[in-house]
């Protein structure tokens, strides 16, 4: 697996709105896509994920869209709630694991 | 199911002493482990890739002689911080792969501060 130890991008929404996070990806060969939700102090929780054959996966408020074309992923995440304010990442697999940089979202209230 | 585990879940300890982090799948046999290092409001770094009974995989500018992993069974890796210092003060979560697939379980980290 592979990942940047960079400052994360942030993004605010209101309460109750809909939240969009997006990732780009490199490797053409991954086939396998996960979102994971980490709050702080704690470790990575497994949210969605998508298989490259499917380009649209729903979750409870979230869904996920896979665009192969120009190697995006995002995740909606839907009526965002305060308890939705942590730090997301992208990871893509295939033969190898990658993390995406991640975004940081807060909720405010 | 899936579940992994770390402990201690935070520790502290004085400069130049050495520290050991246990992570362990706890309903599943995991081949490969993986040892992140995290600062805040950064993403997870990848400090090495473990392997049950063979060395671990180090990436490029992480000292294999300070940060020590063992993986001897199939369920339990270990990273040692050697000779601690300050600057090692982070937080540090594995995950672990269960045989056959290549999605990654996450342990809830360890906070290490290095006084």
């Known amino acids: 697996g592979e990942s940047v130890g960079l400052h994360l991008p942030t993004l605010s929404v209101q309460e109750g709105d809909n939240s969009i996070i997006n990732c780009a990806y490199s490797n053409s060969a991954s086939d396998y896509f996960i979102w994971y939700k980490q709050e702080s102090g704690k470790g990575p929780q497994f949210i969605i994920d998508i298989r490259s054959n499917m380009d649209k996966r729903q979750g409870q408020r979230v869904t996920v869209l896979l665009n192969k074309t120009v190697k995006h992923l995002s995740l909606q995440i839907a009526a965002t709630q305060p308890g939705d304010s942590a730090v997301y990442f992208c990871?893509?697999?295939?033969?190898?694991?990658?993390f995406g940089t991640g975004t940081s979202l807060t909720v405010i209230p | 199911g899936a579940v992994v585990s770390q402990h201690p879940s935070w520790v502290i300890c004085k400069s130049g002493t050495s520290v050991k982090i246990e992570c362990r799948s706890l309903d599943f046999q995991a081949t490969t482990m993986f040892w992140y290092r995290q600062f805040p409001k950064q993403s997870l770094m990848l400090m090495a890739t473990s392997n049950e009974g063979s060395k671990a995989t180090y990436e490029q500018g992480v000292e294999k002689d300070k940060f020590l992993i063992n993986h001897a069974s199939l369920t339990l890796s270990t990273l040692t911080v050697t000779s601690a210092h300050p600057e090692d003060s982070s937080f540090y979560i594995c995950?672990?792969?269960?045989?056959?697939?290549?999605?990654?379980?996450f342990g809830p980290g360890t906070r290490l501060t290095v006084l």
């Open positions: 995950s672990a792969t269960p045989s056959g697939s290549y999605e990654q379980f």
């Open positions: 990871a893509e697999t295939g033969n190898q694991f990658y």
